[in-house]
């Protein structure tokens, strides 16, 4: 069964330092998502990707976040500065179309910021 | 503020009987609704959508849609001990990429 595949599965940096996170997507889906989930809270939305640019993006995902799709196969999450509240969860999700009917999840990445 | 409310629990049930979990949302405009199942420390795993009001059934999972009055329902029939796991409403908005999660109910069956 095809599946999202995001590295590495933890990540431990210092705070100030750049983070870049990684994930391939199901090969035929064309819709990209980063969330994110602070321990005990919510699953919370930070930016979807299509055609090689952002669909939407939520308030979380300031200046400090990128997203690029540098080759055929990779979907990256840049934090630039990291902060101790960026410690969270992040996960990517890839769907066919622009409706998240069949969005799939990977299985995380969890950052946390000493 | 789009906001999807849910209790958070814990729901317990014993086996073989029905769980009941219920959300709200606040955006009248919204379309699509979505049910996840997570196991701690695990990713979102999707158990249905639905997009229209009244029931749609899968299996031991039904979903219910009130859109009148802004609710959302799933039911799961004949619990099992593995359906023990927090369970996450979803809305999608007008704009149709991004998903607001509720907090979700976590859900303990007893064998």
């Known amino acids: 069964e095809p599946e999202v595949t995001q590295t590495p599965s933890h990540q431990v940096t210092q705070m100030g330092q750049e983070v870049i996170l990684r994930c391939v997507p199901i090969s035929n889906h064309l819709y990209f998502y980063w969330y994110r989930q602070i321990l005990g809270q919510k699953v919370e939305f930070l930016v979807s990707?299509?055609?090689?640019?952002?669909?939407?993006k939520s308030e979380i995902f300031d200046d400090q976040f990128s997203v690029e799709r540098p080759d055929g196969s990779n979907f990256t999450l840049k934090i630039r500065s990291t902060k101790l509240e960026d410690s969270a969860m992040y996960f990517c999700?890839?769907?066919?179309?622009?409706?998240?009917?069949?969005?799939?999840f990977g299985q995380g990445t969890r950052l946390t910021v000493v | 503020q789009k906001e999807v409310e849910q209790n958070s629990g814990p729901l317990s049930v014993p086996e073989g009987a029905i769980a009941s979990l219920n959300c709200t949302y606040s955006d009248r405009g919204s379309q699509s609704f979505f049910w996840y199942r997570q196991y701690s420390g695990k990713s979102p795993e999707l158990i249905m959508f639905i997009y229209s009001n009244g029931d749609k059934e899968d299996g031991r999972f039904t979903a219910q849609l009130n859109k009148a009055s802004q609710y959302v329902s799933l039911l799961i029939r004949d619990s099992q001990p593995s359906d023990s796991a927090t369970y996450l409403c979803a809305v999608e908005g007008q704009a149709g990429t991004a998903l607001i999660f509720g907090k979700g109910t976590t859900l303990s069956v007893s064998s």
């Open positions: 990707f299509y055609n090689n640019e952002i669909s939407e």
């Open positions: 999700a890839s769907s066919e179309g622009p409706r998240n009917t069949e969005a799939f």
